[in-house]
């Protein structure tokens, strides 16, 4: 009985990891497809302006063709991040057990702050280091 209770705590940890993993990685892939569509949006105002100086004789095609490759390039990288997303989805309705597909929440994801060291807050075997370090110097006075 004790050996079902432990194997079953272990699985539910395991299976709330996965979901937070693949939560996370879903919510990254979403901000970074974001990212994309924004630079998307951006190449292709430069495509055009590229085609504009072309048509003007402002300058010789070379700019154009550079403008298309980078917004097909880009257009790509929006179709893998796609599909991406997608097995992500795939993944999380796997481990909730569900049919309905899930996105996270559509905000930026949020800047973890770092937390200053405080002395007490020292990992030990470096604590225990520095004790061995001064005990020496202790001597030697």
């Given at each position: 009985m004790k050996y079902y209770q432990a194997?079953?705590?272990a699985i539910e940890i395991d299976i709330k990891?996965?979901?937070r993993t693949v939560y996370y990685q879903l919510w990254y892939l979403q901000d970074k497809q974001?990212?994309?569509h924004?630079?998307?949006s951006i190449y292709k105002s430069l495509s055009n302006a590229a085609i504009l100086k072309v048509k003007t004789g402002d300058s010789p095609g070379l700019d154009s063709i550079a403008a298309?490759?980078?917004m097909s390039e880009l257009q790509a990288l929006l179709i893998q991040m796609?599909?991406?997303?997608?097995?992500?989805q795939q993944s999380l309705m796997q481990l909730v057990n569900t049919n309905?597909?899930?996105l996270p929440v559509m905000m930026p994801l949020e800047k973890l702050s770092m937390p200053g060291i405080a002395n007490d807050s020292i990992h030990p075997y470096w604590h225990c280091n520095r004790k061995q370090s001064i005990l020496p110097m202790?001597?030697?006075e």
């Amino acid at each position: 009985m004790k050996y079902y209770q432990a194997n079953t705590a272990a699985i539910e940890i395991d299976i709330k990891r996965d979901v937070r993993t693949v939560y996370y990685q879903l919510w990254y892939l979403q901000d970074k497809q974001q990212l994309y569509h924004r630079l998307d949006s951006i190449y292709k105002s430069l495509s055009n302006a590229a085609i504009l100086k072309v048509k003007t004789g402002d300058s010789p095609g070379l700019d154009s063709i550079a403008a298309n490759v980078r917004m097909s390039e880009l257009q790509a990288l929006l179709i893998q991040m796609s599909n991406e997303i997608q097995i992500q989805q795939q993944s999380l309705m796997q481990l909730v057990n569900t049919n309905e597909l899930m996105l996270p929440v559509m905000m930026p994801l949020e800047k973890l702050s770092m937390p200053g060291i405080a002395n007490d807050s020292i990992h030990p075997y470096w604590h225990c280091n520095r004790k061995q370090s001064i005990l020496p110097m202790q001597e030697l006075e």
